[in-house]
């Protein structure tokens, strides 16, 4: 996508959970939920899950397991903080004496996924750090672990607009993913060294990683990741100037989205194919689609860039079908909807949209401010 995949467009990668080195006998009603999980089936894992919590509560190993499967659910549904949450309890299971150094660096890598995801972007590099390093100190180290809290912890960087760390980190993911086997986290770091090099203006390498990640992803038979890779793979057909190549992949991607059954992601690849319209002189029909992801992401605070952006293209229709009073109030929705996402970036655009919508109406003075105000936040040297 166009606008989300250069940010957090891989925000919502989804890893397997990794198994504990304690494994009960008697665990198959919590198999059962945590292939539910590793199948993306959310909202149905969570209800599996809390049903057998009294089942496993007295067990640590089966207790942690099921804090652990049930966050990451959580923390994919939109319910962050109960994640949080329910990770804080699986912290204090795993200071057990009977767990290992890398079963608590899986708690803090999980942690660290959830503050991502709440846009604590510092606390999350923090515990992805605190996670590599203590898997470091394990009796026997997970590869598969450390490759992706390397790939997380790129998103980290790239979303505070640090691209070489970035590149440093999933460089290394994919390293070690390769090392220990495991196809889907190399997907993944695939993926995001092609979201890195898209941020790098690297579209060819970018397609490259892509369509990488994407023969992975359909050996392994993971529809929803594809259909974030097609989404991407669209958004680069159009920074490489292929119109009706992005528009095809952008269908193709929503069909896969609908198929795998979720609303977040087809919200998404619905809002990439409104930007091309958008900027293929198509205001009407970018409308339409921006106001449909809309409504499919309220109450996402997880999706609050995506939601900032279709915001901001149904802004930007508006203005463009003379419509500027409108366009003003999106405009303002979308910069707060930037601020509680946490992102100067994001807010930096939502300025300078407004900027342009004031110099068309003749306010040269108010856009001048805007642009300044945009250009003074992004700034990195101050002295």
Same mark, same amino acid.
């Given at each position: 996508?166009?606008?989300?995949?250069?940010?957090?467009?891989?925000?919502?990668?989804?890893?397997?959970?990794?198994?504990?080195?304690?494994?009960?006998?008697?665990?198959?009603?919590?198999?059962?939920?945590?292939?539910?999980?590793?199948?993306?089936?959310?909202?149905?894992?969570?209800?599996?899950?809390?049903?057998?919590?009294?089942?496993?509560?007295?067990?640590?190993?089966?207790?942690?397991?099921?804090?652990?499967?049930?966050?990451?659910?959580?923390?994919?549904?939109?319910?962050?903080?109960?994640?949080?949450?329910?990770?804080?309890?699986?912290?204090?299971?795993?200071?057990?004496?009977?767990?290992?150094?890398?079963?608590?660096?899986?708690?803090?890598?999980?942690?660290?996924?959830?503050?991502?995801?709440?846009?604590?972007?510092?606390?999350?590099?923090?515990?992805?750090?605190?996670?590599?390093?203590?898997?470091?100190?394990?009796?026997?180290?997970?590869?598969?672990?450390?490759?992706?809290?390397?790939?997380?912890?790129?998103?980290?960087?790239?979303?505070?607009?640090?691209?070489?760390?970035?590149?440093?980190?999933?460089?290394?993911?994919?390293? /070690?993913?390769?090392?220990?086997?495991?196809?889907?986290?190399?997907?993944?770091?695939?993926?995001?060294?092609?979201?890195?090099?898209?941020?790098?203006?690297?579209?060819?390498?970018?397609?490259?990683?892509?369509?990488?990640?994407?023969?992975?992803?359909?050996?392994?038979?993971?529809?929803?990741?594809?259909?974030?890779?097609?989404?991407?793979?669209?958004?680069?057909?159009?920074?490489?100037?292929?119109?009706?190549?992005?528009?095809?992949?952008?269908?193709?991607?929503?069909?896969?989205?609908?198929?795998?059954?979720?609303?977040?992601?087809?919200?998404?690849?619905?809002?990439? /194919?409104?930007?091309?319209?958008?900027?293929?002189?198509?205001?009407?029909?970018?409308?339409?689609?921006?106001?449909?992801?809309?409504?499919?992401?309220?109450?996402?605070?997880?999706? /609050?860039?995506?939601?900032?952006?279709?915001?901001?293209?149904?802004?930007?229709?508006?203005?463009?079908?003379?419509?500027?009073?409108?366009?003003?109030?999106?405009?303002?929705?979308?910069?707060?909807?930037? /601020?509680?996402?946490?992102?100067?970036?994001?807010?930096?655009?939502?300025?300078?949209?407004?900027?342009?919508?004031?110099?068309?109406?003749?306010?040269?003075?108010?856009?001048?401010?805007?642009?300044?105000?945009?250009?003074?936040?992004?700034?990195?040297?101050?002295?």
């Amino acid at each position: 996508m166009l606008s989300r995949m250069a940010a957090a467009a891989s925000l919502h990668e989804l890893p397997p959970l990794t198994t504990l080195q304690v494994a009960p006998a008697d665990d198959g009603a919590l198999c059962a939920a945590e292939s539910l999980v590793a199948a993306y089936r959310y909202a149905e894992a969570c209800d599996a899950l809390e049903e057998l919590w009294p089942e496993v509560r007295h067990d640590a190993a089966l207790a942690l397991r099921q804090r652990l499967a049930l966050a990451w659910s959580k923390m994919y549904v939109g319910e962050l903080e109960e994640a949080a949450q329910l990770l804080s309890h699986a912290e204090a299971i795993a200071g057990q004496a009977r767990f290992d150094a890398a079963d608590r660096a899986e708690v803090f890598f999980r942690q660290g996924c959830v503050a991502l995801q709440q846009g604590r972007y510092s606390d999350a590099g923090a515990m992805l750090t605190r996670a590599l390093e203590t898997n470091e100190r394990a009796p026997r180290r997970r590869d598969g672990l450390a490759a992706r809290a390397h790939e997380w912890r790129s998103r980290c960087f790239l979303v505070q607009h640090d691209a070489d760390a970035a590149r440093r980190d999933v460089e290394l993911a994919l390293e /070690l993913a390769t090392r220990a086997g495991d196809a889907e986290a190399q997907a993944h770091a695939l993926f995001q060294a092609s979201i890195v090099a898209e941020r790098q203006e690297q579209w060819l390498l970018a397609r490259c990683y892509a369509e990488q990640a994407l023969d992975l992803y359909g050996r392994l038979q993971n529809h929803l990741a594809e259909a974030r890779v097609l989404n991407n793979l669209g958004g680069i057909a159009f920074l490489l100037g292929e119109t009706e190549s992005a528009e095809a992949t952008l269908l193709a991607a929503i069909e896969r989205a609908d198929h795998a059954g979720s609303e977040a992601d087809f919200a998404q690849a619905v809002n990439s /194919l409104a930007q091309v319209y958008l900027r293929s002189g198509r205001p009407v029909e970018a409308r339409a689609r921006a106001q449909r992801a809309i409504e499919l992401l309220a109450g996402r605070d997880d999706f /609050l860039d995506e939601l900032g952006n279709a915001q901001l293209v149904v802004a930007t229709a508006l203005q463009a079908e003379g419509d500027p009073l409108n366009a003003a109030s999106w405009l303002a929705i979308a910069e707060q909807t930037f /601020l509680r996402f946490g992102s100067t970036g994001h807010v930096a655009r939502a300025w300078v949209a407004q900027g342009d919508l004031s110099r068309t109406q003749g306010d040269v003075d108010r856009a001048a401010d805007l642009y300044r105000q945009a250009a003074v936040a992004l700034q990195d040297v101050h002295f």
